[in-house]
T-cell receptor, first 109, second 117 residues
Framework: KQEVTQIPAALSVPEGENLVLNCSFT??????LQWFRQDPGKGLTSLLL?????REQTSGRLNASLDKSSGRSTLYIAASQPGDSATYLC????????FGAGTRLTVKP | GAGVSQSPRYKVAKRGQDVALRCDPI?????LFWYQQALGQGPEFLTY????????KSGLPSDRFFAERPEGSVSTLKIQRTQQEDSAVYLC???????????????FGPGTRLLVL
């Protein structure tokens, strides 16, 4: 069974800092990997989707990388802003979607 | 356009009560998923529909959980004889593509927060 782990569980940084969120998974036979953002009381918003054949995806200040062979993905957030405060979830897809427990990010003004 | 909607947003039930949670997916989306998210955890897969067919129900935790999507659009997740451990947020997601090996993304609703007392 696919196990997805996210480190750290929580992170607090001052505004403007660059940061990296980590995701690891045990079964490398995946179709794709997604990073989601979840705000309190809200559903999930997809940030980046990386296909198994890709190494990275970028959207604005966000960059996600995928190393399938080692079972790892990172989400890099540049120049963090208070509005980035949320829980970030990593999900891997090998016929069904398995989520990590998330990293709760707080960006302090 | 309209996203995925879920109702009710909050539900308080007494232990032993039956509940029904509704999901309205994005119009035309083929795939529909239900997830259960416990406090401080990521969502856990419950079940998957492709149109009206329930193709995967491997994540349903017990036979008290039942889901349907009779016309291939709106879906209902029913929980019979609720227990305290059923307290969680129930998320619905839809996708325009079929699930297997999909390159598409899932669009999530806001969830229904269920509290069983």
């Amino acid at each position: 069974k696919q196990e997805v782990t996210q480190i750290p569980a929580a992170l607090s940084v001052p505004e403007g800092e660059n940061l990296v969120l980590n995701c690891s998974f045990t079964d490398s036979a995946i179709y794709n990997l997604q990073w989601f953002r979840q705000d309190p009381g809200k559903g999930l918003t997809s940030l980046l989707l990386i296909q198994s054949s890709q190494r990275e995806q970028t959207s604005g200040r966000l960059n996600a990388s995928l190393d399938k062979s080692s079972g790892r993905s990172t989400l890099y957030i540049a120049a963090s802003q208070p509005g980035d405060s949320a829980t970030y979830l990593c999900a891997v897809n090998n016929n069904d979607m398995r989520f990590g427990a998330g990293t709760r990010l707080t960006v302090k003004p | 356009g309209a996203g995925v909607s879920q109702s009710p947003r909050y539900k308080v039930a007494k232990r032993g009560q039956d509940v029904a949670l509704r999901c309205d997916p994005i119009s035309g989306h083929v795939s529909l998923f239900w997830y259960q998210q416990a406090l401080g955890q990521g969502p856990e897969f419950l079940t998957y529909f492709q149109n009206e067919a329930q193709l995967d129900k491997s994540g349903l935790p017990s036979d008290r959980f039942f889901a349907e999507r009779p016309e291939g659009s709106v879906s209902t997740l029913k929980i019979q004889r609720t227990q305290q451990e059923d307290s969680a947020v129930y998320l619905c997601a839809s996708s325009p593509t079929v699930a297997s090996g999909t390159i598409g993304t899932q669009y999530f609703g806001p969830g229904t927060r269920l509290l069983v007392l």
